[in-house]
């Protein structure tokens, strides 16, 4: 009797290089199709305004400064002489500074939205409490903002929810150290986080 081939052998063997070689093809064909989906569905969302995922970044364009988001898309004009602050940027909220003037270091802030509406206006001052470490890595203070107000310096989260009373002398930021801040009034001073 001739022999016809080992596939028909007594004793069958898997040749696992190729069982291997084809769960990963149907693997890769599943994961690529989620992808597409999830690349469409994406696509819609975005269409019907509800765009997740999106990141604001400051741009200098002809001497002005305004803001981006990760889409390319021009959230903020670039009208304004000083670079925005985007203490978070996942979140549509911006520091604007008007009205500097170096001579004697004054200057107006104001925080606006992804519109270009102001959204917190109660205050003489707003300001993102920037942060470092040793390497001078810069960040700002999770959802707070430090705010001024007849001279003296209070705290707001990003809705504009009072967490300090504006009664301050000072607070500032313990320098590498996330959420934790140092407050001062009538000559004493505190640390919390």
């Known amino acids: 009797m001739a022999k016809r081939g080992r596939r028909y052998d007594d004793e069958?063997?898997?040749?696992?290089?190729k069982v291997f070689g084809v769960?990963?093809?149907f693997v890769l064909i599943i994961f690529s199709i989620i992808m597409i989906r999830n690349m469409l569905k994406n696509d819609s969302e975005r269409a019907n305004g509800k765009i997740e995922n999106v990141y604001y970044y400051a741009i200098y364009d002809n001497g002005k400064w305004g803001?981006?988001?990760?889409y390319a898309e021009i959230v903020v004009k670039?009208?304004?002489d000083e670079m925005i602050v985007i203490p978070n940027p996942a979140q549509d909220i911006f520091v604007c500074t008007t009205d500097v003037d170096y001579g004697n270091g004054n200057y107006k802030t104001?925080?606006?939205?992804?519109?270009?509406?102001e959204i917190i206006k109660d205050y003489d001052k707003i300001e993102a409490i920037a942060n470092y470490d040793t390497e001078k890595n810069i960040w700002y203070e999770d959802?707070?903002?430090r705010v001024q107000k007849d001279g003296k310096y209070g705290l707001i989260n990003y809705s504009g929810k009072k967490?300090?009373?504006c009664e301050y002398d000072s607070i500032n930021p313990i320098y590498g150290i996330k959420n934790s801040l140092v407050v001062e009034k009538e000559r004493k001073i505190w640390a919390f986080r």
């Open 143 to 145: 959802n707070v903002f």
């Open 110 to 117: 104001k925080v606006i939205n992804g519109k270009g509406k």
């Open 12 to 17: 069958p063997k898997l040749n696992m290089k």
């Open 67 to 70: 803001v981006m988001n990760s």
């Open 163 to 165: 967490l300090l009373e």
């Open 23 to 25: 769960i990963l093809v």
């Open 78 to 80: 670039a009208k304004y």
